[in-house]
């Protein structure tokens, strides 16, 4: 008798152990490697620009690259070597704030709608559905990126795929901390059991609660935004008008080698300068 209730006590140590590391399994739905996060933010970029959207996007860089090419070599009179290496760096450089731009406004439309896709989840675990017929309902009912996601989910689950799989790739789709706490509470919840109701309802006044400070986080700063925007503007603004208006000054300052260490100072504290402004902007955020 005894060793069945100590067989017993420790089956049920190894359980919850197993359901320790599972759980800290999704904790970590990033990506293995270096490699397998480039690919999440890949499929993030082409999901949202499609093959039109890619050939728009590579003719509009190929114009931009030919745009800065003529600037710098003709029209800044820096020779056919300058325009050259600008024809080879923009590209690059285009490439690389088009990324980021596409990845920041899928994460702004994502955390826009997901509160509301929380909502209906609550709205109908409330009225008695299941988990997968909550998911199911929220991924019908949301005609965006958070609905689209939430109906791949809830489709994996109803033809009977591992939910640790189907989490695990859905997180690697949309790989924001909102939405992985919500995995996590909601693996947790279907491995340990619990009042999901609850736990919905607060995760969803957590997350209206924390857009409500982002925008008034973003209406405060804007103000200093502008500002910081127009200040870096001025000096490049400047040194166009000086094109016209005091053409020997100009050729000083480009063509001359004295004269060029003005501009080299001009760039320099205009890096520096919106670096600084950058990294006191990210640390209000």
């Known amino acids: 008798m005894k060793k069945q209730k100590i067989s017993a006590i420790k089956k049920d140590q190894q359980t919850k152990a197993e359901d320790e590391i599972n759980l800290m399994n999704l904790a970590s739905l990033k990506g293995e490697s270096l490699k397998d996060r480039i690919l999440i933010r ?3 970029v082409f999901s949202q620009l499609g093959k039109r959207g890619l050939i728009q996007a590579a003719v509009g860089i190929a114009i931009i690259s030919f745009i800065m090419s003529y600037v710098v070599g003709a029209y800044l009179a820096l020779g056919f070597a300058s325009g050259l290496a600008a024809l080879t760096v923009t590209p690059f450089v285009a490439t690389f704030i088009l990324f980021r731009f596409l990845l920041a406004r899928r994460k702004k439309l994502f955390e826009a709608s997901f509160p509301d ?3 209906l989840m609550t709205s109908a675990i409330s009225s008695g559905e299941s988990v997968m017929q909550a998911i ?5 009912k949301l005609d965006s990126i958070v609905g689209q996601e939430f109906k791949w989910v809830g489709q994996r689950l109803q033809i009977g795929e591992s939910p640790d799989d189907v ?3 859905s997180c690697q789709n949309c790989p924001y901390k909102s939405y992985r706490f919500f995995i996590i509470t909601l693996r947790a919840n279907m491995i340990r059991g619990g009042q999901l109701k609850e736990v919905m309802t607060r995760l969803n006044r957590v997350l209206f609660d924390a857009r409500s400070v982002e925008k008034k986080t ?3 700063t804007s103000e200093a935004r502008i500002s910081a925007k127009i200040v870096g ?4 603004a400047f040194l166009l008008i000086m094109k016209f208006m005091q053409p020997d000054n100009f050729d000083f300052v480009i063509q001359d ?3 060029r260490y003005i501009l080299y100072y001009m760039l320099a504290s205009e890096v520096v300068g ?5 990294v006191l902007m990210r640390g209000i955020k």
């Open 42 to 44: 890949l499929n993030g």
């Open 257 to 259: 080698p004295d004269g």
């Open 136 to 140: 199911q309902f929220v991924g019908n």
């Open 167 to 169: 989490f695990r790739r």
């Open 117 to 119: 896709a929380i909502n």
């Open 274 to 278: 919106m670096s600084i402004i950058y």
């Open 218 to 220: 973003n209406a405060m």
């Open 233 to 236: 503007a001025i000096p490049f």
